[in-house]
């Protein structure tokens, strides 16, 4: 199972939990709904983590959203408009980061995650989608239009997945169905990719990742694509892998690792052209990765394994961690210290 639809159904399990038998509660829509404050945050489940400067942000379910000023020391709970379950944060700035989730939730902070404020939703992503391609002479535009006008009839809501800014302007977020938006502008105004994608089978984007201008998505089916700038398309570079890919990694060298169900671990030097198979020695899927100082690459597992490679992808090793737990994401604090975040919450693990 995707790791990103564990926090539907993990939100599912705590809410018939917590409703008494016979008791009927009024519906909140949860996209509009704000974050209910809890003392509990650091110990919740939590799916994203980023760095904004030195501070640590983390995201996880019912628009939690976490961050500490003091290595972990102590945490504050952010100011967050929404109760979706937030799956991934990025920041490329100290100040000025993104975070997606269910419900098509795209939130933007500009004071280092202290507080934030919705930028799109569902039902605003479906809405500017049909009004863009109603008004595009693409040649499959008025399939996309239905596409999305079905989209808003069952109610708008496809989730975002992942998100990817490579500055405080130009950025990007995906999800189900082939959904992909950008925006240059600082999430001001986004822009429907769909009709750029090599995607004619609308599988699922769980994963988009960039370094040097470079640009790569993972999905279903064992599928990679990468921007071709030149031709500004989100092209398909087929991979031996018929699996769910969850995420990838970007290295300094450019070396591109794809990663997901089952410990499935590829590695491409050549832009996606030709994969390699690599190994963790894990059949645990493969949640979360990073690209680390020096050519390193950082890998976690829902087993609870951190694994580390010193030489760009080609061979891991494992890591000892103080207390393992399903990990979800991961975020270098530097070159010997690392944040997890998963089932239990988060971690600070030191990687020397």
Known sequence: MPIKRMAGIVTALLLSSSIPAGQALAFENPISSPAV???????????GTAMAGSRIVAVGLRGLIIYSDDAGASWKQ?????????VAVSFPSAKKGWA?????????????????VRQL???KAAELAVNHYQASSTPDAAALVEREKSLQAAGGTQPFLDVYFENESTGFVVGTFNRIFRTADGGKSWTPWMERTDNPGELHFYSIRGRNGSLYLTGEQGSVWRLDTATQRIVSVPTPYKGT?????????????????????YRSIDQGRN???????????ITGGVAMAGGG?????QAGTVTLSRDG??????????????YFGLAPMDDKRVVLVGAEGIRLESIQ
């Open 100 to 116: 997606v989730g269910h419900g098509g939730v795209v939130l933007h902070s500009a004071d280092a995650g202290a507080t934030w």
């Open 78 to 86: 952010a100011s967050v408009p929404t109760q979706s379950d937030l």
């Open 313 to 326: 992808g080609k061979t891991f090793q494992p890591i000892k961690t103080a207390r393992p737990m399903a």
């Open 245 to 265: 890919l969850f995420g990838l990694v970007v290295t300094d060298s450019d070396a591109v690792l794809a990663f997901g169900m089952r410990g499935s671990l």
């Open 275 to 285: 994969w390699e198979k690599a190994s963790l020695g894990t059949p645990a899927g």
């Open 37 to 47: 404050q809890t003392r509990l945050g650091a110990s919740s489940a939590l799916l």
């Open 121 to 123: 939703d569902g039902v």
């Open 297 to 301: 690459v950082l890998l976690t597992t």
